[in-house]
Every structure is written in structure tokens, then in C-alpha cells.
């Protein structure tokens, strides 16, 4: 039988395309100014400080975790144009008004950390792209698809770095027209360069995308957003009840997920300061090439998992990930009896820096370059003793390190595809822009609390508690797949209409 015409089946494939256009946006909006963020609060509001960085860094997610149930729900009854086109334009207009903080003459930092909020707010659209794509494709094309999805936003949070990089040529002074009062220098045009593409993104969205769903295998079907084409009538498979127990369970699995890979982004810098006396122009740079190889890593896993899982399924998949994650952060834990160096000079120079509670939303390794003492003329290097710590933890080998950085970027993206695909399988038929919308919220969630963690549990305990409880709350993880195994399978599957 003929599931669908060529000409739908082209249709429908672009406008995937589109969905991983705006996907590999949304990342590149987030990463392309994070390098650049606290000089350039620096330059338009000396009143900023470490702790105000915190939110800024925080608000983006905060922004996503609040809009991704909105734009999910707005899916699900009208056409998924309308909550794309928007998102975007917020995005474009949150990117528009980043380039013009400098302008006012007080508060300029509490107008950066609206553009950066609503900025996140526009990426509330991976909740609608994310259900499209699980509608618009089939039981066997959909784990490519997610694969895909990812992937395109993994390449996005890679490249933001180097967009910026790059834009770094022009200076931080530029040039300036006069006749709109836009500077144009390394703080600003990376934000504009953000905005013309979603300008483009939003062109592409009314030139090509086209509303299309699918059944399990392929079928046109019915939908509120469905648009002009004839579809059969195939609502009956939409009968039956989602698994709300399954859906629940990969909702926290997921969370576990992006926490951990949260507290490894964040923890990085700190830890190799720590441990091997880097300084911290040293950290940044290392760990910018450790991350950006992380980065290729997951991007070839990406493409990797899609083969692996016709042969193993996604569950054992996210079992295995899960299972190497473990594995990467237990090759953490301190061993041995060699400490770390520690930086004496503080207690010298009786100037210790302390972290207050307001500082808890901000990566540390920002507060730890940040909060150096100006009566310092060298750069104190090594274990600050203000971490009790370090005066009796064995410090964590370079080749632990390192292998650890291999192993989690390699069960990471697995997870990550899997969680997603599954949970997209779960929900069938139904319209899945809402429940999309809690997944991103919860992964949102997830990066808000890993720098929190980190600030609290790694400075005050250590590497061997931190990593411990990351260890713990993995195992709790695995457990709760064990039980739940059984019932993470596809909609279709459950309910007998397609053999698994």
C-alpha cells in the first residue's frame, strides 16, 4: 500500500528541516554571547556584580522553563506557525534590545537581564519543535529524526563560541551609527548576527514549512494544525490512554540527565583549578578545547545512536548511556594520597573571598576568576584554603579527569536522544506539545540547579561528596528505569496496532 505520495513525503521532510534550523537557533542564541557577557556588564554598569552575573546566566533558563509549557500548549489547538513565528520574533527582538543595554543612563544591567530572560523565553519553541517532529514522523523514522534535532543543537551550542570568536576582531569599540545610536562592537554584533538569522528563520517558516502528522507508520492523518491536504481518517488509533506513570518517570530521568551534564559544565573549570594549579586564563582555555571535543564527540554519537538503536531498541540504548555516565563520574572520586597544591596567599594576604547566597544561580569558576583580591599582584594558583577540603582530599589525576570527560560525552548525547524518543513514542497520537513543553521545563530546571550544587556541595564538601551524590542520584536513576522498563514503549505498541 501506498502510506503517503512523493510530493507529501518531500513536504513534509523540509519542513523538518525547518524544525532543525530553529533548533540549532535557539542554542546558537544562548551560547554565541556567554563568553562575552560579564566583560560587557563590566563596560555598561560598574555597579554589576559576580552575583548579578548569576541571574543573568540563570535568567535564560528561566525564561525557557516558563515559556516551554506556553508555546507547547499554543501547539497543540492552532497551527504550530503561529507559536514558532512568535517565539522567534521574541527572540529577535530580545537579541535587538541586548545590543542596545549601553544606551540608558542607570540600571543598564536589570535591561540585560530582561533581553537575556526573554531570549530564553523564545527558546520556549523547542517544545513546539520538538512535538512536530514526533507527529510528523513515524515509529521507524523517529529516533533519526530526534538523533537529528540534537545534533543540531549540539553543532549550535558549539559554533555560538565561535561566532563570537570571530566577532571579537572588530573590538570592543567598533564603529557606531549615530543616526539609530547602535554601536557596533564584539559585544554587540554577535546578538544582531542572532537576530538576522532569526529573521531569516522566520522567512523560511512562512515560505516552506506546511503543517504534517503522521501515524506510527506513516499515514497521513488528521489535525487541528493540518493544513489544506487531504488525510485519512485514522483518529480511531487515537484512542487509549497515555501511560502517565512511563511519562513521569522519563520526565525525571531526564532531569538526572541535563543536572548532571550541568554540574560537569560547571564543575570543570573549578576542579582543574583546583586540582593541577591552572590559573584561570590556563582553565578557560583547556577546558574550551576539552568541552569543544566533548562537543564533536556527542555530535558523532548523535549520528551513531540512530544505527545502533534498530538493532537494541532505545531502552537498553538509554540503559547503556545512563550505565557509562556512572561509570564517568565514579572515575572522579578522589583516590590515593597525594593532595593538591594550596593556595596559601589568601591566608597572607587575609583577604578570603566569600560566596553569599545570592551567588548560588552563578557558576562557580565565574566567582573563583572574579573574586580575586585587587591587592593581588600575582594570580594565587592551586586549592584556595578557604575549601576545608583541600587540606585532606587526594586530589583527582589528570587521566581521571580526562577519561571522565570521555565517558560522560559519550553517555550524555546517548541519553539525551533516547529520553527524548521514547518519551515521543509514549505519548502516540496525542497532541504533544504540552507534555513536550514539561520535558524542556524539566531539562530547564536541571541547568538552573547544577550550578547551584556545584557552588554549595562541591565548595563546602568536596569533589568526594559532590561526586558521590551525583553517583547516587544516577543509581536511583537506573533503579527507576528497572522498574519502569516494561512500560517505556510506543503508544501504538501498548495498545496492539503495531508489534514492537
Known amino acids: 500500500d501506498v502510506v503517503e505520495t512523493q510530493e507529501h513525503y518531500k513536504s513534509r521532510w523540509r519542513s523538518i528541516w525547518i524544525m532543525y534550523l530553529t533548533m540549532f537557533l535557539s542554542s546558537v542564541g544562548f551560547s554565541i554571547v556567554i563568553m562575552s557577557v560579564w566583560p560587557y556588564l563590566q563596560k555598561i554598569d560598574p555597579t554589576a556584580d559576580a552575583s548579578f552575573l548569576g541571574w543573568i546566566i540563570a535568567s535564560y533558563s528561566i525564561g525557557q522553563m516558563i515559556a516551554s509549557p506556553l508555546f507547547g500548549l499554543w501547539s497543540n489547538y492552532r497551527p504550530r506557525r503561529e ?27 536589570y535591561y540585560m537581564l530582561t533581553a537575556r530572560a526573554l531570549v530564553g523565553f523564545g527558546a520556549g519553541n523547542v517544545a513546539v519543535v520538538r512535538s512536530y517532529i514526533a507527529g510528523a514522523t513515524s515509529l521507524t523514522e523517529r529516533t533519526s529524526a530526534m538523533a537529528n534535532t540534537s ?9 555560538g563560541p565561535v561566532f563570537q570568536t570571530c566577532f571579537t576582531l572588530i573590538g570592543e569599540e567598533g564603529i557606531t551609527w549615530k543616526l539609530i545610536d547602535l554601536q557596533l562592537n564584539m ?39 493540518f493544513e489544506g491536504e487531504e488525510s485519512s481518517d485514522l483518529d480511531q488509533d487515537i484512542e487509549g490512554n497515555i501511560d502517565h506513570v ?48 566533548v562537543g564533536i564527540e556527542s555530535v558523532i554519537v548523535f549520528m551513531v545512536v540512530k544505527m545502533l538503536s534498530k538493532k537494541t531498541g532505545e531502552r537498553a540504548i538509554l540503559h547503556g548511556g545512563l550505565m557509562i555516565v556512572l561509570v564517568g563520574f565514579f572515575i572522579l572520586l578522589p583516590w590515593g594520597k597525594k593532595l593538591p597544591n594550596i593556595q596559601w596567599q589568601e591566608i597572607k594576604n587575609n583577604s578570603i573571598p566569600r560566596t553569599t547566597s545570592t551567588e548560588m544561580l552563578m557558576p562557580f569558576w565565574s566567582l573563583q576568576a ?9 594570580e594565587p594558583v592551586g586549592c584556595p584554603v578557604t ?12 587521566a581521571q579527569y580526562i577519561s571522565s570527560d570521555i565517558l560522560i560525552g559519550l553517555g550524555y548525547p546517548v541519553c539525551n536522544v533516547m529520553s527524548y524518543t521514547l518519551y515521543s513514542k509514549i505519548l502516540g497520537p496525542k497532541p504533544q506539545g504540552v507534555y513536550m513543553g514539561w520535558l524542556t521545563a524539566s531539562g530547564s530546571g536541571a541547568r538552573i540547579l547544577g550550578p547551584v550544587f556545584v ?11 559532590a561526586f558521590s551524590l551525583i553517583c547516587g542520584v544516577v543509581v536511583v536513576s537506573l533503579l527507576l528505569l528497572e522498574i519502569v522498563y516494561k512500560r517505556l514503549i510506543a503508544f501504538s505498541v501498548r495498545y496492539g496496532r503495531i508489534r514492537e
Open 83 to 109: 507559536p514558532l513565528v512568535v517565539s522567534t520574533a521574541i527572540s529577535v527582538a530580545a537579541n535587538c534590545l541586548y545590543a542596545y543595554v549601553h544606551v540608558p543612563h542607570s540600571h543598564n544591567k
Open 151 to 159: 545534533a543540531c543543537q549540539a553543532v549550535g551550542f558549539i559554533l
Open 246 to 293: 512511563a511519562v513521569v518517570a522519563i520526565n525525571f530521568l531526564f532531569f538526572v540527565i541535563l543536572f548532571v551534564f550541568a554540574v560537569f559544565e560547571t564543575i570543570a573549570t573549578p576542579l582543574t583549578m583546583d586540582m593541577y594549579s591552572w590559573t584561570r586564563k590556563e582553565a578557560v582555555f583547556y577546558n574550551g578545547i576539552i568541552l569543544s571535543v
Open 370 to 378: 572574579m573574586q580575586l583580591p585587587s591587592n593581588h599582584t600575582v
Open 187 to 225: 559585544y554587540t554584533t554577535p546578538v544582531l548576527f542572532g537576530a538576522l538569522l532569526g529573521l531569516i528563520n522566520i522567512i523560511l517558516i512562512f515560505a516552506i514549512f506546511r503543517e504534517h502528522r503522521v501515524d506510527d507508520v506513516g499515514r497521513q492523518c488528521k489535525s487541528i494544525n
Open 455 to 465: 557552588s554549595q556541595i562541591y565548595t563546602h564538601l568536596g569533589p568526594r561528596w
Open 387 to 398: 575549601q576545608s577540603w583541600c587540606l585532606n582530599t587526594p586530589m583527582i589525576y589528570l
